[in-house]
């Protein structure tokens, strides 16, 4: 059974950092892909961040809104997955989710299971 659940989402000032946590069972971390949405009330789920799993293949991938700000990684042993996020500002605000993925880029990615997800909150 294909599980995830996010942690580490809360109130943050504009400029500052946090990183958010996903445990993950019933999937291997090598072999399937990961990544992490956000969804905002009103807007769709957004994909911001995949790394591949395939082959060896590490490769990340970033969308434009978080990229050079934003890092993801993962912890294969611990069966983890990170968001380390800096320099965060109040667009980014929003509800993040993190998923079992098809990544192809950030913009060709693709979750068929997913975490409860944890809120983020970007204000003064």
């Known amino acids: 059974q294909v599980q995830l659940a996010e942690s580490g989402g809360g109130l943050v000032q504009p400029g500052g950092s946090l990183t958010l946590s996903c445990s993950t069972s019933?999937?291997?971390?090598?072999?399937?892909?990961q990544g992490w949405f956000r969804q905002v009330p009103g807007k769709g789920r957004e994909g911001i961040s995949c790394i591949k799993s395939r082959a060896g293949d590490s490769r990340t991938f970033y969308a434009d809104s978080v990229k050079g700000r934003f890092t993801i990684s993962r912890d294969s042993a611990k069966n983890m997955v990170y968001l380390t996020m800096t320099n965060l500002k109040p667009e980014d605000t929003g509800v993040y989710y993190c998923?079992?993925?098809?990544?192809?880029?950030?913009?060709?990615?693709?979750?068929?299971?997913w975490g409860q997800g944890t809120q983020v909150t970007v204000s003064s």
């Open positions: 019933g999937f291997d971390l090598d072999i399937h892909s």
């Open positions: 998923a079992r993925v098809y990544c192809g880029n950030a913009d060709d990615m693709y979750g068929d299971k």
